[in-house]
């Protein structure tokens, strides 16, 4: 290390900045604050940087195997695509569906499966709901809604069963929930669901493809961004480095480490809230700051990818799309390659059904994956080139997959601490993101703000 530029650290333990986690977050951070001419650090307890977005090669191509999608809205990460040279490519979504309830399966084709007139109306009438009580609250502060207390005292399952009495119209919401929360209803507040789906500019937004969350998909995948960003930072980034202590004084802060103390005068911990309760903090947190760390929890996820030499399912006529509330699996997609060279389908086991499968063998999950997906798409399907999984709830660094979530009474009694600095210490991850909350272009808001709070202060 030259030590020449003053946004070089002055040895290799000292920064003006230290940056817990080399996720998209804590990168987007880094990056930050050298264009500003500061020095910073991020240390990864993890061999590896991208945080919750993770790419493995698998037969010919690469497969995502963490966050992988980029939908409409979400111009931070187009930007920094563009940027990095990482381009994109749509997601397929053309031929018919499926849906698996109570076991029987039924194929539709466009957005929404064939329904009741009377679930029609109510699914009509929760996404007006969604919408009118959003305009209820700010972005930033949904904590301020007039009926915040009211939404945050019951979980959406408490409110679905009030609310929605159509089976189909539940079943919606049941399968929204595993989808975008990894969760089941019972475990979120109203407040928090709502509050999530405004930042994804509304359910529609976040449960579709064209036009939607799930548009695009990134060539190479979504890890690349992380690992382009990691390279261009160089030696900042120290890996297998896990901070096992935080202490902060008048003048700057000291973390303990698995490679030693580094000190600094500012800290950004762009991990989730749960990760970051498990550091030692010498000098306590806020009561706010520390009940958020205890009371959200990560969803539940794990990934499978099979890959095929055929794409069987398009000849067939079908998208590769299929949604159960039964078995292995909730959600399933196709996932080929951006030239077709590879043919793939994604599948994921979501909220109580990633616990459940979470406790089996591994070749007993692989089998009644592969099992669900011949239910879907034939005997093929069981028969794959390539087969992968990740549990995340498995990876220590990380406690589960997509997000932190909140169940009933946290929002109101802890939110206001999800950005609130702590003395010398600033939050990032995309927990605290006031748009995109759970999703990449989530995680780099948090990382620019939490940069230009930490800049500020260096400045005075």
Request: with cysteine; proline share 6%.
């Amino acid at each position: 290390m030259s030590g020449d530029s003053p946004n070089e650290p002055k040895d290799s333990q000292s920064a003006d900045v230290l940056i817990v986690g080399a996720g998209v977050a804590g990168l987007i951070a880094a990056r930050e604050l050298v264009k500003r001419n500061r020095s910073c650090l991020v240390l990864e307890a993890r061999d590896r940087v991208g945080g919750r977005t993770l790419s493995q090669k698998l037969g010919k191509d690469w497969v995502d195997l963490g966050g992988q999608w980029i939908g409409p809205t979400q111009d931070r990460l187009a930007a920094l695509a563009r940027e990095l040279d990482v381009p994109t490519f749509p997601q397929h979504h053309e031929g018919k569906k499926m849906l698996s309830w109570g076991g029987k399966i039924s194929t539709f084709k466009g957005n929404m499966p064939w329904l009741s007139l009377a679930t029609q109306l109510e699914l009509g009438l929760l996404v007006l709901r969604a919408k009118s009580y959003a305009k209820q609250f700010p972005f930033d502060a949904p904590w301020q809604a007039p009926r915040a207390t009211e939404w945050d005292g019951e979980t959406v399952e408490s409110w679905k069963r009030r609310h929605l009495w159509a089976g189909g119209s539940r079943l919606f919401l049941d399968i929204v929930t595993r989808a975008v929360f990894t969760s089941e209803p019972r475990d979120l507040s109203f407040l928090y669901f709502l509050s999530y789906v405004k930042s994804g500019h509304g359910l529609e937004m976040l449960t579709s493809i064209p036009g939607g969350a799930q548009e695009s998909r990134f060539v190479g995948g979504a890890q690349k961004l992380s690992t382009r960003m990691a390279e261009a930072l160089g030696n900042r980034v120290v890996l297998e480095c896990p901070v096992w202590a935080l202490e902060q004084s008048a003048d700057g802060v000291n973390l303990e480490t698995a490679r030693g103390t580094f000190n600094g005068r500012y800290a950004i911990v762009a991990i989730p809230p749960l990760l970051a309760g498990r550091i030692r903090y010498a000098s306590g947190l806020s009561p706010r700051r520390e009940q958020l760390m205890a009371r959200m929890p990560m969803g539940s996820c794990i990934k499978y990818v099979a890959t095929y030499d055929r794409a069987f399912w398009r000849e067939a006529g079908f998208s590769g799309e299929a949604f159960s509330d039964t078995g292995p699996t909730t959600t399933t997609f196709d996932d080929s390659s951006h030239d077709g060279s590879q043919p793939a389908l994604v599948t994921f086991s979501d909220g109580a059904v990633a616990r459940v499968w979470g406790d089996r063998p591994p070749e007993e999950r692989r089998q009644a994956v592969l099992a669900e997906l011949a239910r879907f798409f034939g005997p093929q399907a069981a028969h794959p080139t390539g087969f992968v999984e990740k549990n995340w709830s498995e990876d220590p660094y990380s406690g589960g997959c997509y997000a932190g979530v909140m169940g009933p009474g946290v929002m109101t009694d802890c939110g206001p601490a999800l950005r609130q600095p702590c003395g010398r210490i600033h939050w990032a991850g995309t927990e605290t993101a006031v748009e995109w909350t759970g999703y990449i272009d989530g995680a780099i808001e948090s990382g620019q703000r939490a940069a230009g709070e930490v800049a500020a202060r260096l400045s005075e």
